[in-house]
């Protein structure tokens, strides 16, 4: 995976098309979504079959598991975001899913479970520029760092980029044209 904390931030950005005045809401539950997928370490450290749907990057990094989160999430915030369920339940839905799809840019690890429960198949794309980071504490290690570093490269600085460019937009079109 990506370090957790590339997720989350990513998930953020995300979230941050949501119009709401709850703004501080909806970066959270993004950045939670986005981090959501990971929690199936435990049937790693439970020592799930590799090739089962139940180990790291199995059915938690699925398309389906984001559709049922992304709804569940979206039901759930509705009302406080004061946005209607079935738009924050599609977003939501994507912004889980971008976890697998991170994770599927990695060089290492297990592929992604995309299809489970329908298939156990495991997926990577034909580009993996992002470094696997060890799971756990090894992110503090020599490795870990230049993990960081390619996530930098790969992943923050181009969410960046396009939060810029997206608030730059936004200002433009409410300023008033003329003098
Ligand atoms: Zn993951």
Redesign the pocket.
């Given at each position: 995976?990506?370090t957790i904390m590339t997720?989350a931030v990513v998930g953020a950005a995300l979230a941050s098309a949501v119009r709401t005045p709850r703004r501080g809401l909806v970066l959270a539950v993004g950045a939670g979504l986005a981090m959501l997928?990971?929690v199936?370490v435990v049937g790693f450290a439970l020592g799930a079959f590799a090739d089962s749907i139940w180990n790291?990057?199995g059915i938690?990094?699925s398309v389906f598991a984001a559709c049922v989160i992304g709804l569940a999430a979206g039901l759930a915030t509705s009302r406080p975001l004061g946005v209607a369920w079935w738009k924050l339940a599609a977003w939501f839905a994507v912004i889980t899913a971008s976890?697998?799809v991170?994770?599927a840019f990695t060089n290492g690890g297990f592929g992604?479970a995309f299809g489970a429960p329908f298939s156990a198949e495991r997926y990577f794309f034909a580009w993996t520029p992002i470094e696997v980071s060890p799971l756990g504490l090894g992110i503090l290690s020599r490795r870990g760092v230049s993990v960081l570093a390619s996530e930098a490269r790969f992943v923050v600085l181009p969410t960046v980029v396009i939060l810029i460019a997206v608030g730059v937009a936004r200002r433009a079109m409410r300023a008033p044209l003329g003098v």
């Open positions: 995976m990506p997720h997928p990971d199936d790291h990057r938690t990094h976890h697998g991170l994770d992604i």
